[in-house]
Nanobody, 126 residues
Framework: QVQLVESGGGLVQAGGSLRLSCAGS????????MGWFRQAPGKEREFVAA????????YSTDSVKGRFTISRDNAKNTVYLQMNSLKPEDTAVYYC???????????????????WGQGTQVTVTS
């Protein structure tokens, strides 16, 4: 059984930075695309960024392009989300997820991801 554990969230002022980590256990995730999603209070969970199984391809939603960077270290079974120039509207619970398919394409929909972490809170103050 795969388990994902996020860490690195916290309280930061606008313009600041945070680095989220997502550590996987149970089996290697080196053949799975990974994604980051977020959910703000009263809103649906939304896609933030995804990375292919080998890290060669990434994709992020327009609102975070140029500010957030997704990366992975397959040797550590860990995915990262570097968040710079944070804005109050980035406040949400951030979740990492593993694609259900191995060697699949990047996907932005939640339905393709079958393993989820418990989330980590990111709060950006103005």
């Amino acid at each position: 059984q795969v388990q994902l554990v996020e860490s690195g969230g916290g309280l930061v002022q606008a313009g600041g930075s945070l680095r989220l980590s997502c550590a996987g256990s149970g089996r290697s995730l080196s053949s799975n695309s990974m994604g980051w999603f977020r959910q703000a209070p009263g809103k649906e969970r939304e896609f933030v960024a995804a990375i292919s199984w080998n890290g060669a391809r990434t994709y992020s939603t327009d609102s975070v392009k140029g500010r957030f960077t997704i990366s992975r270290d397959n040797a550590k079974n860990t995915v990262y989300l570097q968040m710079n120039s944070l804005k109050p509207e980035d406040t949400a619970v951030y979740y990492c997820a593993a694609d259900s398919l191995r060697f699949g394409n990047l996907v932005v929909t939640t339905s393709r991801y079958n393993y989820w972490g418990q989330g980590t809170q990111v709060t950006v103050t103005s």
